[in-house]
Structures are given as structure tokens and as C-alpha cells.
């Protein structure tokens, strides 16, 4: 009885210590896959912000130079929005703003919306999604350049009923098998467009421009 009792704790405690290290190697395997995940966020991120504002359409850096505007429900975010900002000889001439899309096919999808001081879109680029591979990412720029039609859109340009895809009236295209994820993705940017209007004097005051801007001319290169 002695030696079972014996054998049984040996078990106990070699099992105790198989969990311990098996735990604190799964907790480590997770972090440093969630570590792995927010870099790889962050560069994707990055990459976006030069795409809507390349280098050679602002002279400031672009990653550091950032304001916090009014937190709003539109843009579907948590707390006070931070955006980048693009200036030209200290003068903002536009802003890149996070926006969530809620009604993704398979979830929230992460767009950056790049806006020149007027209220028109400089560009649009999907950051993260799970949308489905071979009909939802095509909102990805290496899958198609649909997200090019949101190039130069405004609220004065394209009104309201036409701030949808075409299957429902509006002027953008949806994807075959797919008018969910580019459905949620137009309605998110026409939000944040309405964000900008509803906004307008706080933001520009923030971004440190004047209430009424003169319009400005990108450099060669801007898109």
C-alpha cells in the first residue's frame, strides 16, 4: 500500500509539473503570437497610410504627426479617434482616420479612410478583415482595386441614395456571390464621411487649419 501511495504522488506531482510547463509554454506560445499579430498589424497599417498619402504628396512624418478628434458611434470605434495627419510645409492639407465596418459577412473589417480638408475621399484601404477568401477580399488592394471607386467621392459629389452598391440603386459595384462585404464597407465610409461633415469645424481647429480652407493642389504622385 505504502509503495502505491508512494507511486500515486510520484504520478500526481510528475503530472502537476507536465501541467505547469505545458501551461506556461501554451501562455508564451500566445503571446508571442499576439505580439506577432500587432506587428503585423502595425506594418499593414503603415504600408495603408502611405498608400492613401504617399511620401511624395507631404513633407511631415506622416506616422508620428497625429491629433485625437471627437469620439463618435459613426465611426464605429472605442473612445476618441486618432488620425494621421499629411501636411505641406506645416499646412494640413488631409487626414487618414481608423474606421470599423460592423456588418461584415464574417465580422468587423478595419478600414482606413484617408479625406483632404473639403470632404473628399483621398483613398480607402482594408487593414483587417475575415471576410471569405475568393469573394469577400476582394476589398483588398492585391485582390481587385475596388476600392479605388471611393477615390475623389464626397457627400456633394455622390449624394445619399447613391451610397450603396448597385444591387440596391447605388453607383458602386459588388462582388460576385459576395454584396454583403462591399455593402458594409460603402456604408462605412459614407459614415465617416458624415463624421467629417457633422465635425467639420472641431476637426479642422484640431488638425490646426483654418475653418474655411483654400483648396490645395496634391503634389505629382498623390492618389
Excluded: C
Amino acid at each position: 500500500m505504502a509503495a502505491l501511495a508512494q507511486s500515486i504522488r510520484r504520478s500526481a506531482i510528475g503530472l502537476g509539473i507536465f501541467a505547469i510547463i505545458t501551461g506556461g509554454s501554451i501562455a508564451v506560445t500566445q503571446a508571442l503570437t499576439q505580439e506577432k499579430i500587432r506587428e503585423q498589424a502595425a506594418r499593414a497599417e503603415a504600408s495603408a497610410l502611405f498608400e492613401i498619402f504617399p511620401e511624395s504628396g507631404h513633407d511631415n512624418d506622416l506616422l508620428r504627426d497625429t491629433v485625437q478628434l471627437p469620439a463618435s458611434e459613426r465611426l464605429a470605434t472605442q473612445g476618441p479617434v486618432q488620425v494621421w495627419v499629411a501636411r505641406d510645409q506645416g499646412k494640413p492639407i488631409g487626414f487618414i482616420m481608423p474606421v470599423i465596418a460592423p456588418e461584415g459577412y464574417s465580422g468587423d473589417i478595419h478600414l482606413l479612410v484617408g479625406l483632404d480638408l473639403e470632404g473628399k475621399v483621398i483613398g480607402v484601404r482594408v487593414t483587417r478583415h475575415k471576410e471569405t477568401p475568393g469573394l469577400g477580399d476582394r476589398i483588398e488592394t492585391k485582390k481587385s482595386d475596388w476600392v479605388m471607386e471611393f477615390n475623389g467621392r464626397s457627400l456633394n459629389n455622390t449624394p445619399p441614395p447613391q451610397w450603396k452598391v448597385k444591387k440596391n440603386g447605388g453607383v458602386f459595384d459588388q462582388f460576385t456571390g459576395a454584396t454583403i462585404t462591399p455593402r458594409a464597407v460603402v456604408k462605412s465610409v459614407q459614415s465617416a464621411l458624415v463624421y467629417f461633415r457633422q465635425n467639420r469645424k472641431e476637426i479642422l481647429s484640431r488638425l490646426g487649419a483654418s475653418e474655411r480652407p483654400v483648396g490645395h493642389s496634391m503634389r505629382r504622385g498623390q492618389s
